[in-house]
């Protein structure tokens, strides 16, 4: 399975992806992803998608062979 980073964070994990053994749980992301990554994912601005689908509680990811879970910074604009 993958793991996406997007924007800034792609800049933070040094690559804008990463293969990972599935099943990953939140836990396994936070692991996976390297402590600067992590640090970020506690920011309740920072949304983790999985399959395609936001999740409403990040910290309930199962994703499973196949799925891909993509790491979404907060956005700005105006």
């Known amino acids: 399975m993958r ?7 792609s800049d ?4 804008q992806e990463r293969e ?3 099943p990953l749980d939140w836990a396994g992301l936070l692991a996976a992803a390297g402590p600067e990554i ?6 309740a601005r920072v ?3 999985c399959g ?5 509680d990040k910290t309930a990811l199962d ?3 196949g799925d891909e879970v993509a790491l979404l ?3 700005s604009g105006g």
């Open 73 to 75: 910074p907060p956005v």
């Open 12 to 15: 933070l994990a040094g690559t």
């Open 47 to 49: 949304h983790v998608a």
């Open 38 to 43: 992590a640090a970020q994912l506690d920011d």
């Open 52 to 56: 395609g689908k936001v999740l409403a």
């Open 63 to 65: 994703a499973r062979d």
């Open 3 to 9: 793991i996406l980073f997007l924007g800034p964070l």
């Open 20 to 22: 990972v053994a599935a």
